[in-house]
């Protein structure tokens, strides 16, 4: 039996233990999925002001620093990276300080027989420390690498998420720059329709017009209105939605394009390389598959033997034989019938084996129509840019021809203002059509897993194929 002292000593040791056991670093925790999301590359802005420029590339960002959503896909990721902890931990021993206090009353047993008596003493006071293990190196090394699997399919599944919030902001951020310039041109086709009321006005009074003119003139006026309403009502909103998506409480600043599409011809089939190895959704369903089969194994793993060991080591006792300072404890379980649970979580697993190689080759099939979508996409952009490019400098000549006339006398300034209107209009059809080629460009960029906050890197090259969608 030890002495007081090294009982005290000991016990101020396993209190130290236990009180750094119980500290929780919860930045560190945080800087776990802040990484993979910042890749040591992407710097949060210091300072927001509501009224400053917005560039794409702040806009995205801000949404990655500050999206909640995002931060709650994180700690999905932490939280696998925890549960590989404590698959990892199956192969370590708990410790545990364990003092127990008895109290009996006295037993008849050897009466009047002093040395009986001290054998059954009517309290005692135990102080253990105690060890335990339980491993089935078949089942719990099987679970370790579902753990690892686990975990890589939630950061990628956390990538899959930041890139579908970066193409959420880009498409609010280019909306609200196309909402901005048609409420412009709405505004300039309001005043083209009141001159043109006012003339039909003025030619209904000398007899060259209808009172029908007028109505239809009233009623053309109205729409132009209404959809000047409608374009500043988006406007509002979709800076509401843009504050939202990037954690800010309001934009008010102007915004400023900054993104840069290089000029190339795509091709489907060098795209689906680099999806192959870039596209996070893609991996997760790679890693889901690999999680799955290993449970699989893991879930065998029951069957065989799983072996216990415990291990007492006794600071103080006094309990029957209080000579003895330790005990140990070695125990195999063999199971012989488990009334159908092992073999029903076997069945569960493969079950869920199917599911994910399911999910696996549908995300495959998705990746290739994404990526066929969004290439034709990107070529229609092109093809409606050239041809609106053309009607812009059509309506610009005829802008020139008509201040040309008004300048000889022969036109009036109404046409002048025709002319301008229809300039103005070709010049949003063409600012939609660039938005819708922006916008597209980034879906090409998140379909093959290369969408980051930082829109100035390129594509990056891969190796691998889709072997499996080309059969």
Known sequence: MLNRSRWVWMTGVMLLFFMNGCAVNQDKDVQRYRDVLDAEQYTPEAVFHPE???TLAQAMKLANAHNEQLAI??????Q??????RAFAAFLPTISFAPAFMHQGETSLGAGNPLITEFVPTQTTDVPITGNMTLNPFRDARTFQAAGSSARMKEALLLDRQSLLMLDVAETYFQVMHSE???????????VGSQQLTDIRVKEKAGMARPMDISLAEAQLAKTRSNRIQAENDVKTGRAMLAYLIGVPEVKGPFANDLQIPAAEWQVESL?????SHRQDLIAAHEQVKASATSLEAAWGDYFPSISLNLSYYLSRESFPSDVDWTSLIRINVPIFSAGLIHADVRTAYSRLRQARLAELHAQRQVVKDLIVAVENLRKDDQQINQLNIQ???TSESLKQSDAAVNAGIGTNLERLIAQNGLLSAELSLSAAEFNRNVDYLRLLRVTGSLKPDISAGLPRAASNFSKIKK
Do not use: F, M
């Open 52 to 54: 400053d420029p917005l």
């Open 73 to 78: 896909a994180g700690e999905d990721y932490l």
């Open 80 to 85: 696998t990276l925890i549960n590989k902890d």
């Open 181 to 191: 310039k048609q409420a412009a041109v709405l505004q300039y086709s309001v005043q």
């Open 272 to 276: 689906l390389t680099l999806a192959d």
């Open 392 to 394: 812009v400098q059509a």
